[in-house]
């Protein structure tokens, strides 16, 4: 695509002033709608999304809660972002669907990762240990089901997920 027609298209998504190079005038150009006007911007949020976004000590209770709120935090974040984009009318319930699954779904993350934390460092004896890794197979997984249904809001809105997860 040729830089002028790209520099159109990207104006016309974003609804900004556009200024003619050959002519020097500027005109305002209507906000594009629909799914991929809507997809385009919730991908600029949401694409490369990380489940955490600062370091953080592992190993101990503090850096255990510090990663879980960075977890709900970075998500309810972006999450407040993608709230504030123009939804069409016609994707306006599946898309409060989605962003409700989201922001379930970094709890969860931020949930199990504090229980697998405390169950590591409650398995002290043998029989504890042995009994670990089930455990741990059960908060790893306890996502999945909203990971699910979310994939399949994620696959009709054209959006990748925003929890980083």
């Not at 020097?24 to 955490?52: D, H, W």
């Not at 504030?84 to 199990?112: D, F, M």
């Amino acid at each position: 695509m040729q830089p002028a027609r790209l520099a159109a298209v990207a104006a016309l998504l974003a609804g900004v002033s556009l200024t003619s190079a050959t002519t020097g005038t500027s005109q305002q150009l209507p906000a594009a709608t629909g799914k991929a006007a809507y997809s385009i911007a919730v991908t600029r949020i949401c694409a490369g999304a990380l489940l955490f976004e600062h370091a953080h000590a592992i190993g101990t209770d503090a850096g255990a809660r510090a990663v879980a709120q960075d977890i709900r935090r970075s998500a309810r974040r972006r999450l407040d972002r993608v709230g504030a984009v123009p939804v069409p009318p016609k994707l306006r319930r599946l898309a409060k669907r989605w962003i409700s699954l989201q922001r379930q779904l970094a709890e969860s993350y931020a949930t199990n990762w504090l229980r697998i934390h405390y169950a590591i460092d409650a398995a002290r004896t043998p029989l504890q240990r042995a009994r670990l890794a089930r455990r741990l197979e059960a908060y790893v997984h306890a996502p999945d089901r909203l990971r699910r249904a979310s994939g399949k809001l994620e696959l009709a809105l054209g959006v990748p997920d925003c929890t980083g997860g």
